[in-house]
């Protein structure tokens, strides 16, 4: 039974993130990736997931969309949907996600990027569910960042406290989608783990 509020932000990242030509860009948001992201916010009790774009028309459609599940008509009809997509925040960067996380626990968080290369010196699964057990006690946060595109830009990796291990499957192929993964990383780091 779910018993404390867990110390995990969750962040889409659409800048700065990569390209397939490994150029610096801002990414569209999709519908599908917002929906199905506050879904696994709530199902694992997230706080918060801050939508990160500077793009002023991607805020504006991101908006749009969550004043209709949340206020709208949509709100009446799925109120299931409202309860999930309510946790969505659209901010203009990674610095603001931070500063509003700060502002709600009194602390900085602690920020983990996710790569789907295999990097040396990477923050193990269980090594990130550990951390997370114990800042429970000190209510320390954390923040997760999830690439969009092909993936977080090299100056968010440098920046970040941890980068947390790829996610491997069992045949080497390694291109999930941001839902997917985001998904499969709450489970690993904060699910119940008796299944395990």
Known sequence: MYKKAIPLYVALVHYPVLNRRGETIASAITNLDLHDLARAAR???????????PLKDQQ???????SHWCEGIGKELHSDREEALKRLRVVDSIEVAKSEIQANCGRAP?????SARELSGALRHRQARQW??????TASPC???????????????DEADAVLESIRGINGYNHL???????????????ESDHR
Not at 60 to 66: D, F, G, K
């Open 60 to 66: 504006v459609l991101a908006n749009r969309l969550l």
């Open 132 to 137: 997370l057990a114990e800042a429970t006690e």
């Open 177 to 191: 989608s941001v839902r997917c993964a985001a998904a499969i990383l709450m489970d690993r780091i904060i699910g």
């Open 143 to 157: 923040l997760l960042l999830l690439g969009t595109g092909w993936g977080l830009a090299p100056s968010v990796l």
């Open 43 to 53: 199902t694992y009790e997230v706080p918060a997931c801050f939508i990160v774009t």
């Open 110 to 114: 602690a920020v983990w990027a996710t």
